[in-house]
């Protein structure tokens, strides 16, 4: 069975942020035939095209023998299990799972897009990332997000 490397952003911004984050950490380890072999420090970052409270973020690297879609799904999961509703784009949420890379896969569908379009945007994807994986960030990446409000906790 072929395992392949792919990187999750998770973020939570309603109840207790921290844990949310932290509980998903242990669950990713959970999903079968996946496994966390790298995470990050936690991050609080201000929303970025959104309202609402302050996020805590961090990036996990799994290693997995799920193809992307079969794990965007085990991640949707995961969400829902957390209470994630989804009001409006962009809304507070209970917990957020985002696949970022996986492996080599370049693709672009309805129902997902990998590597992720708004990584290079995005700080708290960044800088976590960059922790964990530095070989998949770059310095003029990290520069272009430097405005970003950020802090590692």
Same mark, same amino acid.
Request: hydrophobic share 45%.
């Given at each position: 069975?072929?395992?392949?490397?792919?990187?999750? $952003?998770?973020?939570?911004?309603?109840?207790?942020?921290?844990?949310?984050?932290?509980?998903?950490?242990?669950?990713?380890?959970?999903? !079968?035939?996946?496994?966390?072999?790298?995470? %990050? %420090?936690?991050?609080? %970052?201000? !929303?970025?095209?959104?309202?609402?409270?302050?996020?805590?973020? $961090?990036?996990?690297?799994?290693?997995?023998?799920?193809?992307?879609?079969?794990?965007?799904?085990?991640? @949707?999961?995961?969400?829902?299990?957390? /209470?994630?509703?989804?009001?409006?784009?962009?809304? !507070?949420?209970?917990?957020?799972?985002?696949?970022?890379?996986?492996?080599?896969?370049?693709? %672009?569908?309805?129902?997902?897009?990998? +590597?992720? !379009?708004?990584?290079?945007?995005?700080?708290?994807?960044?800088? +976590?990332?960059?922790?964990?994986?530095?070989?998949?960030?770059?310095?003029? @990446?990290?520069? @272009?997000?430097? /405005?970003?409000?950020?802090?590692?906790?």
């Amino acid at each position: 069975m072929t395992k392949t490397r792919a990187y999750v $952003a998770i973020g939570a911004n309603l109840g207790d942020a921290r844990a949310a984050v932290l509980r998903a950490m242990a669950d990713l380890d959970a999903v !079968p035939e996946t496994r966390v072999v790298a995470r %990050s %420090s936690l991050y609080r %970052s201000a !929303p970025v095209d959104a309202a609402g409270p302050d996020f805590i973020n $961090a990036v996990v690297e799994l290693e997995t023998a799920l193809g992307p879609e079969a794990l965007l799904h085990a991640l @949707q999961r995961l969400e829902a299990g957390a /209470g994630r509703e989804r009001p409006y784009r962009n809304a !507070p949420r209970t917990l957020d799972l985002d696949l970022l890379i996986h492996g080599d896969s370049v693709r %672009s569908t309805e129902v997902l897009t990998v +590597p992720h !379009p708004r990584i290079a945007q995005r700080a708290f994807v960044l800088l +976590p990332l960059a922790e964990i994986a530095p070989d998949r960030v770059t310095l003029g @990446q990290l520069r @272009q997000v430097s /405005g970003q409000q950020i802090e590692r906790l």
